[in-house]
C-alpha cells in the first residue's frame, strides 16, 4: 500500500483502506461544492452554506457514514460471531464464521420481515428489521429475539415463527445460566424466574436516597438495571446500598413544564459539590438469592468517585469465585486505593495491597476515566492492576494471596490505552498503546499481546492509523433466557482472533478480523462516505509545540471545502478544555470531528489542539492540570498553537478569532475570552460550568484537590469576570441539572456589576444539550462577528444531539410498540 505524506509534522501521513489523498484535497462525493457557483456570500450561498454545514454536523446521526465500526456478538462460545451491517437502505444482520473464513446474511431478510408482519400485524421492512436482544441457539438453527414488545423464536430452515410471550417491561440483570433476572423496583431488588414468571423480593427496606442496587441522584436516579454482578454459579449478588440521606440537594424550577401547564414547577436531585460534609456513600453487600440472606461487608461504606458513577459501573467491583468477590475502596480526593477481599458468605474483608499517589496527583486506575478499571483476573490468585507509578500508564500483575508484586508486565514511553482481554485460556493479554513507530503519532493505538508469566509483549499491529478493538468487560457476556451466552467484545472466545478498527481523521476505517501475529484472516467491512454530502474535505492533522517551546502537542485542522486561493478566513478553535478527555480525533468519529467540520462549511479555518494537562500521554503531561483545573488543555498552548499554524498558512487571519466550546469546553470558552482578550475576540460558551465548586464533587476534588479555604478561588469565571472585552455568547439549559444554571446566572450577574456586555440563548426545556436552534443562533454569532455575515431568515435544523435521540426513540418505538 503506498502512502503520501501530508502536513508539516512527522505525525501527518494518510493511507486508509486503499484511499490515498493529500489532506487537504476534496473527496468529490457529488456535485459542485456549496458556494464555488458564486462570487461573495448572497443570500443563496449563505442558504446553501448552511444547509452543508447542518447535513455534515448530523452525518453521525442519519447515519449518512456507514459502517464506521463493527461490534461483534460472539455465539455460544465459539469463534463465529454476528454484526449488524449498515447500507444505505438500512441494515443486514451478518453472520461470519472465522475459522471458515466465511461471511454472509444470517438469516433470509425478506421471510423474518414477512413472517414477522403477519403475525404482529405490523408492517415490516427486511432492511430495517426492528430486532433486539438477538441470539442464536446451540445448534444455530434458530434466533431469538424482541420485537414489538414481545420475545419471538425464528426457525431460519422453515421461516416459522413463533411468540415467546412478552418483553418484562423491567430491565433485567441475566444470571450467568439463564434462569433468573434481577431487576429494581421500589427502590429494592427483586428476582424473576425467567421460565416460571414469579417474582419475589430480594430486599425490603429500600427507601428514597437509601436505596438498594442504585445509582446516584445526580444523574436523575434513573431506574436501569440493578448495579449489581452475579456470581459465577449464578446464586449470589454482588450489589450495594446507596446512601444519599444526608447529601445536599440542589433545587431547580421548570420555567416552562413540558406538560404545557403555566405555573413553574419545582424540583430538586441531591448532589454532592467539593467541600461538603456529606458525599454518596456504598455500603457493599452480598444476598443469598436462594434464601435472601443478606451479608454485608464488614468494611465501611465507599465514597462515589470518577464520573459519580457506582462501584458496578466503575468495575470497581468483582467476583473471583462463587464465593471470594473484590472491590476497590478508592478514597473521596482519588489519591489512595485499596483493594479488599469479601467473603460474601461470612461478610469477612482482607486489605489485599494498597496504592498511594506520591506526587499529588490522582491515581488512574484505569487508562482513561471512560474506561471501568481493568480488573482482570487472570486466575484465583492473581490480577492485573493498572498503574502510572513509572511516568505512564502500565500494567501489574499481583499475588492475590500475599499482595505482593510478581512482576510489571509492560513497560515503555507508550502508555497502556486499552485492556482488551485475556486470549482465551491461555496465558496471555491482549492490550492497545499509544504508538511505538518512530516519528509516529502517539495518541494513535497500536495492539499487543502480553505473556503473564514472563512480562514478554509482543506487537501484533501497528499502522499509520489508530487500531481500536471493543474491549471485553464483565457485561459483554450476557446470557440468553434459553441460557446460550452473547459475548460482545472485539476479541474471539478462543482468544485467536481480533473485529479490529483501523481508522484515521483524513481517510475512512477498514474493519477486519486479524489474528495474534497482525495476520487478516478475513475482511469485514469499508466505511461508505458515498452519501455525505458534496465537497467534503478530509481536515490535517498537525503536529505543535507547547507555549513552553519543547512539549509536542496534537492538532487538527479544518478548511472550507469551498476554500479560494489567496483569500484569507476567520479561525475558530474548537475547544473541549476538561482534564479526562483527548478533544482531538483520531478517527472520523466523535461530536467534535463533525461540529468543527460543519463550522468550516460555513467559512472558517476551525482548529482542534490538545494542550497540556490532558490524558493519553504522560503522568507529568496530564499533571499540569494538578490542583489548577483552570489550566487544562493548558490555553497557552492554544494561543501558541494556532499562531504555529498561521505562521505556516497565510489562509488563516490571526486579526479575526473565535472560539466556542460545551460543558467543560464552555466553561474553558470563557475563560480564554477572559484570560487571553487580545486573542480571541469572539467566544460562543455552552452549558458552561463556571466554578466547580457548584459541580460534582467527584470531578473538582479528582482534579482540583479538596476544597480548602480559598484554593477554588482562581478556577471560577466570576473572579475575572471584568476582563471580559470580545462578543460573547452565552448558551444554558435552564433543565440541566449536570451543570446546574445557578453558575451561569452567576457569572452574568458578576458581568453585569463589572458593567460587561454579553449575550445570552436560554433554554427554557432543555438539560445538557445544544439543540439545533442554539447551534444555528452559535453560528449566526460566529458569522456576524468574524465575517461581517448575516444568516437568512427562517433557517432551522436539528442538532446531532437531537437526530440522536430521534434515531433512538424510532428505533425503541419499533421495538417496543
Not at 446512601?243 to 440537594?249: F, I, S, Y
Not at 459539590?273 to 454485608?296: K, Q
Not at 503531561?621 to 498553537?641: K, N, T
Request: proline fraction near 5%.
Amino acid at each position: 500500500m503506498k502512502t503520501a505524506a501530508v502536513g508539516r509534522g512527522a505525525w501527518a501521513v494518510l493511507c486508509v483502506a486503499g484511499l490515498c489523498l493529500s489532506a487537504g484535497a476534496v473527496l468529490p462525493l457529488g456535485a459542485q461544492t456549496p458556494g464555488t457557483q458564486s462570487e461573495g456570500t448572497s443570500e443563496q450561498v449563505l442558504r446553501e452554506r448552511y444547509a452543508h454545514a447542518a447535513r455534515i454536523q448530523g452525518a453521525f446521526a442519519r447515519p449518512l457514514i456507514l459502517n464506521r465500526s463493527v461490534s461483534p456478538n460472539w455465539i455460544n462460545g465459539t469463534d463465529v460471531f454476528w454484526y449488524e451491517r449498515e447500507t444505505a437502505q438500512g441494515k443486514r444482520f451478518m453472520r461470519v464464521d472465522v475459522a471458515q473464513g466465511t461471511r454472509g446474511e444470517a438469516f433470509d431478510h425478506a421471510s423474518l420481515a414477512s413472517a414477522l408482519a403477519q403475525a404482529a400485524g405490523k408492517q415490516v421492512a427486511a432492511d430495517v428489521l426492528p430486532l433486539s436482544n438477538l441470539s442464536f441457539s446451540r445448534d444455530l438453527a434458530h434466533i431469538e429475539f424482541e420485537a414489538f414488545k414481545q420475545r419471538w423464536r425464528y426457525v431460519t430452515a422453515t421461516s416459522a415463527l413463533t411468540p415467546l410471550g412478552d418483553v418484562p417491561a423491567v430491565a433485567l440483570l441475566v444470571s450467568p445460566d439463564g434462569r433468573q433476572g434481577a431487576f429494581l423496583r421500589d427502590r429494592n431488588i427483586w428476582l424473576r424466574d425467567l421460565q416460571s414468571g414469579a417474582e419475589r423480593a430480594l430486599t425490603t427496606d429500600g427507601e428514597r436516597f437509601y436505596a438498594y442496587g442504585a445509582e446516584t441522584d445526580a444523574f436523575g436516579n434513573p431506574i436501569g438495571k440493578p448495579q449489581a454482578l452475579w456470581s459465577p454459579d449464578s446464586r449470589t449478588l454482588l450489589t450495594a446500598r446507596l446512601d444519599e440521606r444526608q447529601v445536599g440537594e440542589l433545587p431547580m424550577v421548570e420555567f416552562a413544564p413540558k406538560d404545557g401547564s403555566l405555573l413553574p414547577k419545582a424540583y430538586a436531585h441531591r448532589v454532592a459539590l467539593p467541600g461538603d460534609a456529606h458525599v454518596p456513600m456504598f455500603e457493599m453487600m452480598a444476598i443469598d438469592t436462594r434464601t435472601g440472606r443478606i451479608v454485608r461487608a464488614q468494611h465501611p461504606p465507599i465514597p462515589t468517585v470518577r464520573m459519580n458513577d457506582t462501584p458496578f459501573k466503575s468495575h470497581l467491583a468483582a467476583f473471583v469465585d462463587a464465593r471470594r468477590a473484590y472491590f476497590v475502596d478508592l478514597s473521596r480526593d482519588e489519591r489512595t486505593a485499596v483493594l479488599v477481599e469479601f467473603d460474601t458468605a461470612s461478610g469477612a474483608t482482607r486489605p489485599v495491597f494498597e496504592e498511594r499517589s506520591d506526587d499529588g496527583f490522582l491515581l488512574k486506575l484505569s487508562p482513561s476515566l471512560f474506561q471501568p478499571v481493568p480488573l482482570i483476573f487472570p486466575g484465583n490468585d492473581e490480577l492485573v492492576w493498572h498503574s502510572e507509578r513509572s511516568g505512564t500508564g502500565q500494567l501489574y500483575l499481583y499475588d492475590l494471596k500475599t499482595g505482593q508484586l510478581k512482576r510489571q508486565l509492560t513497560q515503555g514511553d507508550a502508555p497502556v490505552r486499552d485492556i482488551i482481554g485475556l486470549a482465551g485460556t491461555s496465558r496471555r493479554l491482549v492490550y492497545a498503546r499509544g504508538s511505538t513507530r518512530k516519528g509516529g503519532n502517539p495518541y494513535q493505538r497500536e495492539l499487543a499481546v502480553v505473556d503473564l508469566d514472563t512480562g514478554h509483549s509482543q506487537l501484533i499491529e501497528q499502522r499509520d492509523a489508530d487500531s481500536a478493538v471493543k474491549l471485553d468487560m464483565p457485561w459483554a457476556l450476557r446470557s440468553a433466557a434459553d441460557g446460550t451466552s452473547i459475548h460482545s467484545a472485539g476479541i474471539s472466545p478462543s482468544g485467536r482472533y481480533l473485529v479490529r478498527t483501523a481508522g484515521r481523521v483524513d481517510g475512512l476505517a477498514d474493519t477486519d478480523v486479524i489474528d495474534l501475529t497482525g495476520q487478516t484472516v478475513l475482511a469485514l467491512e469499508r466505511a461508505d462516505a458515498t452519501a455525505l454530502s458534496t465537497g467534503w474535505r478530509w481536515p490535517e492533522p498537525v503536529e505543535l509545540t507547547a507555549a513552553d517551546g519543547t512539549t509536542p502537542i496534537a492538532g487538527l485542522l479544518f478548511r472550507p471545502s469551498f476554500q479560494r486561493q489567496g483569500e484569507r478566513y476567520p479561525v475558530i478553535d474548537y475547544i473541549y478544555g476538561g482534564p479526562q478527555m483527548t478533544n482531538v480525533p483520531q478517527t472520523m468519529e466523535g461530536k467534535a470531528y463533525l461540529e468543527a467540520a460543519s463550522l468550516a462549511e460555513l467559512g472558517f479555518v476551525v482548529v482542534i489542539i490538545d494542550g497540556r494537562g490532558t490524558p493519553g500521554r504522560s503522568r507529568a503531561f496530564h499533571r499540569h492540570v494538578s490542583r489548577q483545573i483552570d489550566h487544562a488543555s493548558e490555553l497557552e498552548d492554544h494561543v501558541a498553537g494556532i499562531r504555529q499554524l498561521a505562521a505556516r498558512h497565510p489562509y488563516m487571519d490571526l486579526a479575526r478569532v473565535g472560539i466556542y466550546g460545551f460543558s467543560g469546553g464552555g466553561y474553558m470558552t470563557t475563560m480564554a475570552m477572559l484570560r487571553f482578550p487580545d486573542f480571541f475576540q469572539v467566544g460562543v460558551a455552552g452549558a458552561a460550568n463556571t466554578d466547580q465548586r457548584v459541580f460534582w464533587h467527584s470531578w473538582g476534588e479528582r482534579y482540583h484537590g479538596l476544597l480548602e479555604g480559598d484554593n477554588y478561588v482562581q478556577q471560577a469565571l466570576m473572579t475575572h469576570a471584568d476582563r471580559l472585552q470580545g462578543k460573547l455568547l452565552i448558551i444554558h439549559g435552564l433543565n440541566d441539572f449536570w451543570v446546574h444554571p445557578a453558575g451561569i446566572f452567576q457569572l452574568m450577574q458578576a458581568f453585569q456589576n463589572a458593567h460587561k456586555d454579553f449575550d445570552t440563548v436560554l433554554m427554557p426545556q432543555e438539560g445538557h444539550a445544544l439543540t439545533g436552534y442554539a447551534q444555528r443562533r452559535m453560528w449566526a454569532y460566529f458569522l456576524q462577528h468574524l465575517r461581517g455575515e448575516t444568516l437568512p431568515a427562517g433557517l432551522h435544523h436539528q442538532s446531532q444531539q437531537e437526530l440522536g435521540s430521534v434515531r433512538l426513540a424510532t428505533q425503541l418505538s419499533q421495538t417496543h410498540r
